[in-house]
């Protein structure tokens, strides 16, 4: 069983939006996924993928939850604090 986190996605999304990488980088990020992809087929194992979607309004609390809750505090980040500007 192989097991990627949303950070195997990060190159298309995050990092892109961030300015952590170029254009060039990830064009060659979306013409990779697909061979890896089937490199696992074709070894007879199947991938599965489940898109877990949370509200605006949802990570918006959840934001604010670690602004306000001390406890929560080690879960911010200077990078989480912009990334909610863009």
């Known amino acids: 069983m192989v097991t990627c986190d949303r950070s195997w996605f990060n190159r298309a999304l995050v990092e892109r939006v961030m300015g ?16 890896f992809e089937r490199m696992f087929v074709r070894s007879s194992i199947l991938p ?4 877990l979607s949370v509200s605006h309004e949802e990570q918006e609390k959840r934001f604010q939850d670690r602004i306000d809750d001390p406890a929560k505090h080690w879960k911010l980040s200077p990078m989480d604090l912009e990334s909610r500007t863009r």
Not at 20 to 35: A, G, I, L, N, T
Not at 48 to 51: E, L, N, R, V
């Open 20 to 35: 952590f990488c170029s254009e060039d980088e990830v064009e060659e990020f979306f013409r990779s996924v697909p061979k």
């Open 48 to 51: 599965i993928k489940y898109w």
